[in-house]
């Protein structure tokens, strides 16, 4: 009799947990029309990728308690549920943007342009401390 529910079973698994999460959508670290940048066009980039960091952070948090709630229900009714999104697209993302400022800051370096100064220091410092251990770029 038991038999007859893990066939069916199985299969919804199966078809439903491809249905957790979502693809990451990180932005180009360099675009054809960096050579035109002005110093505020490049602040304003720079600004506008750091807000795009904290919603981005944000949704990530939503995620992670969203994935705690669904797995412990899971874990008290002995049911795996599929809707938890084990991707971590958010990373990808705010790597991308960081990856972008730092280009940015490079060419405001360049146009002699007066470095843009990053508002989220303390969230990157937290970030970098709970990532794995990455090779540091090195500024001169």
């Known amino acids: 009799m038991k038999r007859i529910f893990i066939l ?3 299969t919804i698994s ?4 491809g249905c957790g999460g979502r693809e990451a959508r990180p932005v180009s670290i360099t675009n054809p029309g960096d050579s035109g940048f002005d110093c505020p066009g490049i602040w304003r980039e720079y600004t506008a990728n750091e807000r795009q960091i904290l919603l981005t952070l944000k ?3 939503q995620a992670q308690g969203k994935n705690i709630v669904l ?9 795996p549920l599929f809707f938890m999104d084990p ?11 960081r990856n972008r400022n730092r280009v940015l800051e490079d060419i ?4 002699k342009c007066s470095a843009p100064k990053s508002q989220l220091q303390d969230v990157y410092r937290k970030l ?12 001169n």
């Open 59 to 61: 949704e990530r948090s």
């Open 108 to 111: 405001a370096r360049t146009k």
């Open 14 to 17: 199966v078809a439903i947990a």
């Open 128 to 139: 970098d401390h709970t990532a794995p251990a990455q090779p540091s770029r090195q500024r």
């Open 87 to 97: 991707k971590s697209p958010e990373k990808v993302e705010v790597d991308a943007l």
């Open 8 to 10: 069916p079973l199985l």
């Open 71 to 79: 797995g412990a229900t899971g874990a008290l009714l002995f049911i």
